[in-house]
């Protein structure tokens, strides 16, 4: 009773002023070194965790954040686990480490019956949602949501099940459901509106943002239109001076969507006015941006530049580092146009060098991560093989071996991936102030730059090389199909995409054109196991659809041990194509990719099954096999998604499969060279200034 005494006290001064942190820490720490019983001492190291996470010490707070889940779990306290848990992914949730957060709340519901408890289980439910739209996963977001709604429909809160709502609504926007989230504004307008007078003035104004946002993306610019207005409308008779700025931030957005370029520069003027008084900073960065845009809209580079200018100086000031790219990405744009190409290299790598520091952060973050995540659960497996008899004890000993080795393996391949980023990361800042303090022509600069990509370059080459061993050869390809181009581009030096060939046991000719899970490295790794699957599945199979199937079954028996709760579900889209020449037959098995063939003007589409190679919800499902004959003059073409999936254009959109099918059956007749010098030019000019989102991999083959 003594130590629970002291907890309270130390407890209530560390509400009192946050000055007094360090001196509470040090008493905790004193208080918990004389403290005997540990349930006590798991109290006293939560409570410290959670100091120096209001601190912003996160390493000190996963520390002792890990103690006392350890000593929870030696306990069996379940209280005390569950808390434990819940902190861990609070400070995982706060410092961006969705990963970890969403493994840590996911431990919580092991330790208390969500039906005894089910404010905190809806909490959960609705963290977890949460991170897995964060994470894109919307299947299980709404899986999520629905358990939280579920919990709390039999108490008949219905303002709890609209907050519940609202991160649910947000989901349905990113997942491009647009009417679902219409279903659901609907029905959180109605409950609320009937129920709640606050709802009235506050929360409806959220529903108008959202209802704004789907209508801008389906195009409709019209509604967005009358949508912005009632927003601002309900926003002026509140008197909140934010949501009136908010509201005639749509306004602006809208007018320029919709070029009234007046209208817009007036919206946005007022907005930029209003946020200098109540020192909204990142309102006014963001709508800066937007009369930049309006400037470059008008073909006014200096008045573009100007606003530019004053964005970035609060974006600096800030550090937020995601608006310093995009503005320094168009202030190269618009200093071009005002051919002044020596700020316009300048601004462009620093955009670049930013890049590459999100980059290097997110692999020491990784690392990170990995050895956080290897401690917890190695202490938890020496306190179940302590409290398991000695045979039970051997074997999990031997399964934890096995652990170790996947872990520590994948620890390495991190390590090893994040000790090349830091290089990297070093090297392009070695380049960037080389080009700070140049007093030389552009074209010196120019030079020092490629010389330095080259040394990068250089480092990687020899993880390219491997993976190109594992590609189809060009003589393979040239003695079968004669006639032909490959326009292979890899958003990195290795690539998830690939292209594999090889002779079957009919002496058929076999041809794939696959896109792995991931690029880059993980990609890559992954485009191996995919290759190799396919090469133990033609010691077997001819037929396409078998060949795929076994694949498949392959990739999934490999994956199984990755170490996630539901074993992997990484694997390929992928075409298989099987050449009978001397019979003028072509065999097509197809997942997710489809394959074109031109004949006589006309396109034909050989659809391919809406599941990958690998595991799915159709995973017992076999693959279609198609059967074609093909005919003299025919064209074939075989691609993943990469090319029709970029962004860029004018409007910077996706380039999308029409345009392409488009593009092809206007140079279908051309000599398949000139078709790749097409595509090839055609998608470096649609890129532009953006960056390239995926690996790119199309063949033609004429017949």
Not at 18 to 45: E, G, M, P
Not at 226 to 231: D, I, W
Request: charged share 25%; net charge neutral.
């Amino acid at each position: 009773m003594r130590y629970y005494n002291l907890i309270l006290i130390f407890t209530f001064f560390c509400n009192l002023a946050y000055a007094q942190n360090q001196r509470l820490l040090d008493s905790l720490t004193h208080v918990y070194n004389t403290c005997n019983t540990d349930t006590h001492k798991v109290l006293i190291l939560r409570k410290i965790a959670y100091l120096y996470s209001e601190n912003n010490n996160s390493t000190k707070a996963f520390e002792y954040g890990i103690k006392a889940l350890n000593l929870a779990l030696k306990t069996k306290d379940d209280y005390h686990i569950y808390r434990s848990y819940l902190g861990l992914g609070i400070f995982s949730d706060n410092i961006g480490k969705q990963a970890d957060a969403l493994y840590y709340y996911t431990q919580t519901l092991n330790y208390f019956e969500p039906s005894n408890n089910p404010s905190d289980a809806c909490l959960m439910y609705t963290r977890i949602a949460g991170l897995y739209t964060s994470l894109e996963n919307y299947k299980k977001a709404y899986e999520y949501y629905d358990k939280a709604i579920d919990l709390i429909s039999p108490t008949k809160d219905s303002l709890l099940k609209l907050q519940i709502m609202l991160p649910k609504l947000t989901t349905y926007v990113s997942d491009k459901k647009y009417n679902e989230a219409r279903k659901l504004l609907s029905y959180m307008d109605s409950v609320g509106s009937k129920s709640y007078k606050e709802w009235n003035k506050f929360q409806k104004l959220y529903i108008y943002e959202n209802l704004w946002l789907i209508d801008i993306n389906e195009k409709k610019l019209n509604d967005a239109l009358k949508v912005a207005k009632q927003s601002l409308k309900l926003a002026e008779e509140s008197k909140n001076k934010e949501f009136i700025i908010s509201s005639k931030s749509l306004l602006a957005k809208t007018y320029f969507e919709l070029k009234d370029l007046n209208n817009a520069y007036s919206y946005t003027d007022e907005v930029i006015k209003e946020c200098l008084i109540i020192e909204d900073y990142n309102q006014l960065m963001e709508h800066y941006v937007v009369l930049a845009d309006i400037w470059i809209e008008r073909g006014n580079y200096q008045e573009a530049k100007l606003s530019l200018s004053k964005a970035l100086r609060i974006a600096r000031e800030g550090n937020v580092i995601s608006s310093k790219i995009e503005i320094l990405k168009k202030l190269s744009l618009v200093t071009e146009n005002l051919s002044e190409s020596k700020d316009a290299l300048i601004f462009f790598k620093e955009a670049i060098s930013l890049e590459d520091s999100i980059t290097n952060n997110k692999s020491q973050n990784i690392i990170a991560e990995i050895q956080t995540r290897t401690e917890t659960e190695q202490k938890q497996k020496e306190i179940e093989i302590l409290n398991k008899d000695k045979k039970l004890a051997s074997t999990q000993l031997e399964n934890e071996k096995a652990q170790k080795f996947y872990l520590y393996g994948g620890l390495a391949l991190v390590i090893f991936f994040g000790i090349f980023m830091y290089n990297r990361f070093r090297i392009t800042n070695k380049q960037k102030q080389i080009i700070e303090n140049q007093k030389i022509e552009v074209e010196n600069a120019k030079h020092i730059v490629e010389e330095k990509h080259k040394e990068i370059t250089d480092s990687i080459n020899y993880a390219e090389r491997i993976q190109r061993s594992f590609l189809a050869t060009k003589e393979l390809l040239d003695i079968n199909l004669k006639n032909y181009f490959l326009f292979f581009k890899p958003k990195d030096i290795v690539s998830g995409d690939f292209y594999w060939a090889s002779k079957l046991n009919n002496n058929y000719f076999a041809l794939a054109i696959a896109d792995s899970t991931g690029h880059g490295v993980p990609g890559a790794i992954m485009s191996l196991l995919n290759v190799t699957s396919l090469e133990k599945a033609i010691e077997h199979h001819n037929n396409p659809a078998e060949i795929l199937d076994h694949t498949r079954q392959t990739i999934i028996e490999r994956l199984k041990k990755d170490g996630s709760a539901e074993g992997g579900k990484d694997g390929m889209d992928c075409i298989l194509m099987v050449f009978d020449f001397a019979n003028r037959q072509l065999q097509i098995a197809a997942a997710n990719n489809p394959v074109w063939i031109i004949r006589e003007n006309k396109l034909i589409e050989i659809k391919p099954d809406k599941m990958p190679v690998g595991k799915s919800e159709r995973q017992q499902t076999t693959f279609t096999l198609h059967n074609v004959d093909f005919q003299t003059g025919d064209t074939i073409y075989a691609l993943t998604d990469g090319f029709t999936d970029q962004f860029g254009g004018p409007n910077g959109k996706k380039f999308m499969s029409k345009k392409l099918k488009e593009l092809l059956l206007a140079n279908a007749t051309l000599p398949m060279s000139q078709q790749k010098q097409l595509l090839e030019t055609t998608f470096k000019n649609w890129v532009g200034y953006l960056e390239q989102v995926d690996d790119v991999c199309i063949i033609g083959i004429k017949i």
